[in-house]
């Protein structure tokens, strides 16, 4: 299984327009738009979808993502050779990427150069930001994790300042919630009770203490923040 080809299903929180918010993750090849469409927030993976496909997903207002990694970079990118390796600060082997560097002036303008304004000029007006923790794989204290946690939030500020109208939704970034909270516009989380394994290839339970970890989490979002659509993602396997 592969983080960029998963199919996700997805719960949303109790919010008060829960029914008129309902969202829908796909990552695969060839989303199927007729079964999409009953869906009215959508998060694909770019590459697999051409302007056609795009148009039709969008069809009767609903936004489509999509999914950027901002923390990390699969070695399988096609952009992988563009960019500079002093932009990265290490690996993650259970995904085979690179984590890199979210401090870095010039990883960030690549993102917006190489990701985020072409997929604005595809069309597309919403961003799934993913992989926004992946600097805790590698920092060693507090002053390297602080680094990257501010520029992460200078790149979630500059999103919001040269697309004000995109919808943003991001994968956890607890650590920075206080600091963005009032820019971006959903949050999801992965696993709250099932797992995957990816070096084990499996699927797994989630523990007790960190279940509760994360709802404690999800509840202090709700209450700091609710504006935001909270969105749980547990994997399962296809029957």
């Not at 299903?9 to 695969?28: D, K, M, R, T």
């Not at 979002?221 to 547990?234: A, G």
Request: with cysteine.
């Amino acid at each position: 299984m592969s983080r960029w080809l998963a199919l996700l299903l997805c719960l949303i929180l109790a919010h008060p327009s829960a029914a008129e918010e309902s969202v829908a993750f796909f990552y695969g090849e060839r989303p199927p738009a007729h079964l999409l469409a009953h869906f009215h927030h959508l998060v694909v993976e770019p590459e697999h979808v051409d302007s056609d496909l795009l148009g039709e997903l969008q069809a009767e207002g609903r936004i489509v993502y999509a999914y950027v990694s901002v923390g990390e970079l699969g070695k399988e990118r096609p952009w992988t050779g563009e960019t500079d390796p002093a932009w990265q600060l290490g690996e993650n082997p259970d995904w085979n990427s690179r984590v890199m560097d979210l401090s870095a002036q010039g990883w960030r303008d690549f993102l917006f150069e190489r990701r985020f304004l072409p997929l604005w000029q595809r069309g597309y007006r919403g961003f799934f930001l993913d992989t926004l923790d992946s600097h805790l794989l590698v920092a060693e204290d507090d002053r390297q994790r602080k680094r990257q946690q501010d520029g992460l939030v200078r790149l979630i500020h500059r999103l919001r300042r040269e697309f004000p109208e995109a919808s943003i939704f991001v994968n956890r970034g607890f650590e920075v919630i206080d600091r963005v909270g009032q820019q971006i516009n959903g949050l999801a989380v992965e696993s709250l009770y099932r797992g995957w394994d990816p070096a084990g290839e499996r699927y797994t339970e989630v523990d007790p203490a960190q279940r509760q970890w994360l709802q404690e989490r999800l509840r202090t979002v709700r209450k700091r923040f609710p504006h935001l659509t909270l969105m749980v993602l547990d994997y399962l396997p296809a029957y």
